[in-house]
């Protein structure tokens, strides 16, 4: 458990103790403080916006991977002179949205007018982002700085700037330049002090904390922490890596920046210069140095990765810094909560979306709470904007590459033996994705189960979700653990496949000797569920047990909201899978059939503590009607 | 699991499938439906208001006791021309609002202008009763029926007027004469044609159920029962029983009521007439006959009971009838709910007033839902009218002969030690009551933790309230179980006591060692808590996992509620057990000294699957400091 002593108030909102990204404070100097309480390091990953589509969801599920690895928050740059500023924009506010981590968005007001950062600020505000870089920044390649006509001379103009016009709403990083600034102090135009009287000033206008500028000599870095101190800046100072990527990029940004490099890690890089795999290496091993050093320093709590959008470098520095924690559980819930601002308190979701998180996400943002929220009439997945949904992986197929590809690895489908090809594929592991899901991957603790679902899959119930049943697990437990340390959690045994009618018939007839299974079921067209449950109610199949806590319960099986998603899983078929192949294809034509006549169905099994939820299915597949079912 | 197809809507509250009391249904004809549903045969249950203050409190712990069998409904009748309202009126409310079951409120309209009667229903309604018992009403003694100038002629008025000044508001149940109303068919004026054409009126004009005047002859009942149904009655009719308990009364009550006596119950009871204790065991033979013969008839799904206030006869019977669950849980929850509307679908106390619950639901009833009100300040328990806490059996002593005698069970107390003993006797059950205890009855499960708890009060710790771990444990368990059946309960181990401040300070220290204790101590004038939680929230001690269900957490621990409970805890050694004593007496000393100087402790064990909430004490108890408590 955290020392939060002192921080009552902070961690008075669910599960902040064992949440690694302090979802409920949304400012980033609130985390960063949180953090150094604890005494636990963190990290945090810069983006810039690509250059194209591709590159925008290439770099999408970048973030969403290094993300996993729970950094403290990532930030996104902004375009010299505002160039990108809707790109920027756009991430920033995807990012916040769907992938669960707070964004910081760069903001510098080179060469805008005050108009135009207020354009930007009101940008991130709409999209929820709470935290800001506010930087001069250079002037676009090519062109000498100026300051607008009503536009903005310093940083410590842009903090004065937000704080007068939006108060404390959001939290304000600035940059520090242990170096001093390369635009003044290194060519004799600004002193060392100047550069410190600076950034003093831009943190009594009301800078939270501060990133520097990159550095390889650690002893600057130090000497430079130290002097902020001794000036009485007395906010978070985070230094600013990045990572050596090869020889020609090091020298031309380092050139760029007029970094000072140290001769050793000069000579060193020189010997090994023709070398890509050498000098990545290298990168990696001075990366962790350096950051060892300067966490043992204690003047710095945490360590800021300029990516440059790459994800190993800076993904093997954390690990070797052993910055992600690998031996217990780190999920705050069984499923990633959102950083926006109306979501933050956010404590139940139903399963059925348990693969499609983006879609759930969109689909109810404009709720004020779930389950209070109404489905609409969602004969389609009603995601916002398609092409923005794709770009984060959502379809999986965001370019007609991708699509052709996808359509090659499911293969012609001549018949229903070909999807549950497909299908069972998939369970194998043989099959990377499938048209219901927006990831990859396979949730770890599917695995416990994979074996009877690919026998089921083989046999015609074609699975798109399920838990295992887990009954008193430590909430410590790296499969299905979540939430604080010294709680146990549990789930009830879940899965939703879809089926021929004969199944379905069966299984509600198999389940007549089996109370403690529940059994919702619908066609496309069915507007009322067909079902065994007694009483229609909300059923809780994911809950966790934690010392001085309510009991948690963040997934539930509900008919009212399996009735939207049966919409949206009966639309996969056509919208997103039929779509890969050709019109008039006989591949179109089976997914076409199986929309119409399949049943989608889930079973919980209300027995967590001694049940079987496959147990079932053995009667089912031994009865007669099922030697039919390929016929 | 009742067999609830076509009442959906009526089972979707909390727990509408476990109780057996109906609570979420207000209305007792919606009870009897469900009832006759499951198949489920019910009983309930007629007092009168009784003449003095000690029949009043005798009549309270009667119902209490009575009502922990279930019955249905209960009844208060209406003394002749109102002459009890004001007392009918207390009595029902406080049965509803305290007690957990529905009251049904008599009213007579004889006699009494509309005025009266609309003063009676506004009282009854604003009192939280849904139910009223429509009749004409005899006379006052030795008055002639008489119609007032503004007031009404039939039972059929009274039910008219209901309908047309509160709509649905009310149930009402009218009563049926199956041997002809004694004041006109019997004597001439009036056929059975005539009587059953007078019933039909009444149902036609609003009633929801009948109960029919008390009768011996079960042919005669059947025949009427028959007969409503010919005429197109359809609604519920209960038979009245009155259990036979003594030869002069039955001769009395038969003769004032003209009441068809078969000949051969004649000829036994004659027989036996001077044995009381045979007549006795005559009538509740009797009423077994009668009422296995009605059950089997089919013809009505439940017993109505003319209890004459006596206890005996009406439990025997229904025991004997095996109305009463015996080998499963019927607890909806741990506690039990209250009927009024506002609390019907209330589902989580404080664990604080486990042994004070009237004074809780008093504290509260103000408030719209639990945990959204605010504890006012406290000092003394905030029991509204304290002489009729004492008469629900709150206090336990309203008279001065019920004082001296706790006075004597408690006895002198000289010090510390004189104290201790009180609270180890009441452990050891040898002692009735303890002065923060409503009730004689110990938890049938603290019986599980009895030795470690009278070990504790042995040594000082002087505890008032506490509950075993449970893991898992059936919901049917008669035991710890609650809940619809299948499902699963839970508890943490919780202790709370009153010690000396040298074994708090050890027990915290003890704690140390312990992450999954969690302790409150607080002395009488501490605003502040002493804590060693990390955060202080609210914390679940007892929930349960169903079928189809969220998880229920109705038992709950929170530092709030413990500072609103421990004024009131306080305030029992001066305002509850002091006051026995005469004033300036050592008993008064001692008591007042402990009411300054002690500590009231709780201590939780968040390890419910292995914890021994009791071991931390065995380190408390062998340090030093306790060697020289008693010192």
Redesign the interface.
Known sequence: ?????GM?GA??TCFS?ADPNLRHLPKIADKIQYRQLEGRPFFSFEYFPPKTEQGVSNLYQRVERMTAAEPLFCDVTWGAGGSTSDLTLSLSGNIQKYLGVDVMMHLTCTNMPSGNVLEGLEGAKALGIRNILALRGDPPAGKEWTKCEDGFEHGTDLVRFIRANYGDYFGICVAGYPEGHPAGFLDGKMSFEDEMKHLKDKVDAGADFIITQMFYDVDCYLKFVRSCREQGITIPILPGILPIQNYMGFKRMTGFCKTKVPQAILDAIEQIKDNDVAVKQFGVRLGVDMCRRILKSGLSPGIHFYTLNLEKSAMAIIDQLDLIPQTESIRSLPWRPATVDKRRNENVRPIFWANRPKSYLDRTSTWDEYPNGRWGDNRSPAYGDLREYHLLGGGGWCSAAHRKDAAARYGELNDFEDVVDVFTRFQKGELKRLPWSETEELASETLVISAPLVWLNKNGLLTINSQPRV??APSSDVTVGWGSP?G?V?QKAYVEFFAKPQIVDALFEAAKDI??L?IYAAKVKNDELRTN????????VT?G???????V?PT?VDPQSFKAWKSEAFAVWENVWADLYPKDSPSRKVLKELHDTLYLVNV?D?D??GGDIFAVFKTVLASPTHASLFA
């Open positions: 458990m955290p020392a939060s002593n009552e961690t008075s103790d009954n008193a010294g146990y549990y109370p403690s529940t449950a007694k009483t229609k109610t909300t059923c809780a809950w047990v934690f010392p001085d806590r309510e009991i319960q539930v919980v209300n967590y503590v």
